[in-house]
């Protein structure tokens, strides 16, 4: 199985600061599949990031995917008050696993 | 537009079996397939299983498939999700979500999400 390691746990920032979240795999991941979710408490999980760099649909520009490898990140360029929330990569290269997810907190 | 509603919550007694609806609208059912997340209280998300809606082929995560079970129903447009001999640790909110194919491939993550059943097995 591929373990998803996400770091770091929980990022204390402000908004209008720039988050860099990051996604480990335990081994290297065929043509970057990798997905990031956000979720908010009480809320669905919704996609952001596909093929660790495609938008989904309605997912705002100052959201980007990138990385190879093992190794792969969510950046949010500048916080908005809607970005607090928890983030899950997801790789489906080799059947599917989620990272531990990262708290992305005020 | 795209919406997949889930069926309401259920509490079940160890041993029971549990199944949870998914009723999808607004785009056509057979392009694309479903995938089946949990997750338990205060944790992460776990995948269960997907089903493509264009061939029915099924995948599972190993450490369930001997008590999993997803199906859909092409007339109604709605995929399950069946769990038997539950136990406490399949306490968790189910989620189904939309699945994408194309080439003829699918696309094991999920771009809509219903709204989430809660699952709770306790005597």
């Known amino acids: 199985e591929i373990v998803l390691t996400q770091s770091p746990g929980t990022l204390s920032l402000s908004p209008g600061e720039r988050a860099t979240l990051s996604c480990r795999a335990s081994?290297?991941?065929?043509?970057?599949?990798v997905a990031w979710y956000q979720q908010k408490p009480g809320q669905s999980p919704r996609l952001l990031i596909f093929?660790?760099?495609s938008r989904a649909a309605g997912t705002p520009h100052r959201f980007s995917g990138s990385g190879s490898g093992p190794d792969f990140s969510l950046t949010i360029s500048r916080l908005e008050p809607e970005d607090f929330a928890v983030y899950y990569c997801?790789?489906?290269?080799?059947?599917?696993?989620f990272g531990g997810g990262t708290k992305v907190e005020i | 537009q795209v919406r997949l509603v889930q069926s309401g919550a259920e509490v079940k007694r160890p041993g029971a079996s549990v199944k949870v609806s998914c009723k999808t609208s607004?785009?056509?059912?057979?392009?694309?397939?479903f995938i089946w997340f949990r997750q338990a209280p205060g944790q992460g998300l776990e995948w269960l299983g997907w089903?493509?809606?264009?061939?029915?082929?099924?995948d599972y995560t190993q450490k369930l498939q001997d008590r999993l079970t997803v199906t859909t129903d092409t007339s109604t447009s709605t995929g399950y999700m069946e769990l038997r001999s539950l136990t406490s640790d399949d306490t968790a909110v189910y989620y189904c979500?939309?699945?994408?194919?194309?080439?003829?491939?699918?696309?094991?993550?999920?771009?809509?999400w219903g709204q989430g059943s809660l699952v709770t097995v306790s005597s």
């Open positions: 089903i493509s809606g264009y061939s029915g082929n099924t």
């Open positions: 093929g660790a760099s």
């Open positions: 081994q290297s991941l065929s043509d970057n599949y």
């Open positions: 979500a939309r699945m994408r194919i194309s080439n003829l491939r699918v696309w094991p993550f999920g771009d809509y």
């Open positions: 997801q790789q489906y290269a080799k059947s599917l696993t």
């Open positions: 607004g785009y056509t059912f057979t392009n694309y397939g």
